[in-house]
């Protein structure tokens, strides 16, 4: 497994903008942001196959974030522009041994979580 750390979560206002960054220790085939809010599952939030190609977006997210990485960095990101307080969660950062996953079952290795808060 590799190991993963998330940074740039924060508190910000709706409307607002925060990027999210995961960091892996090797190299990583298909990775994800999830979510999870309290009292709630985990949620897949976008996911992005290895190559960087495809990437995939649950509804409520879709034209607001965009998931890319940097295979160079063995990073990726999370641009995430018009929030809304129901994007409130701690975001983990996941890392699958295939190259394109989307189900939370299909990933392997998790960051710690990083929390993002927005205020209305």
């Known amino acids: 497994q590799v190991q993963l750390v998330e940074s740039g979560g924060g508190l910000v206002p709706a409307g607002g903008s925060l990027r999210l960054s995961c960091a892996a220790s090797g190299r990583t085939s298909a990775m994800g942001w999830f979510r999870q809010a309290p009292g709630k599952e985990r949620e897949s939030v976008a996911t992005?196959?290895?190559?960087?190609?495809?990437?995939y977006y649950t509804d409520s997210v879709k034209g607001r974030f965009t998931i890319t990485r940097d295979n160079i960095k063995a990073t990726i990101y999370l641009q995430m522009n018009s929030l809304k307080p129901e994007d409130t969660a701690v975001y983990y950062c996941?890392?699958?041994?295939?190259?394109?996953?989307?189900?939370?079952?299909?990933?392997?290795?998790w960051g710690q979580g990083t929390q993002v808060t927005v205020s209305s």
């Open positions: 992005i196959t290895s190559s960087g190609r495809n990437t």
């Open positions: 996941a890392a699958s041994k295939q190259r394109i996953a989307t189900l939370i079952s299909e990933f392997d290795s």
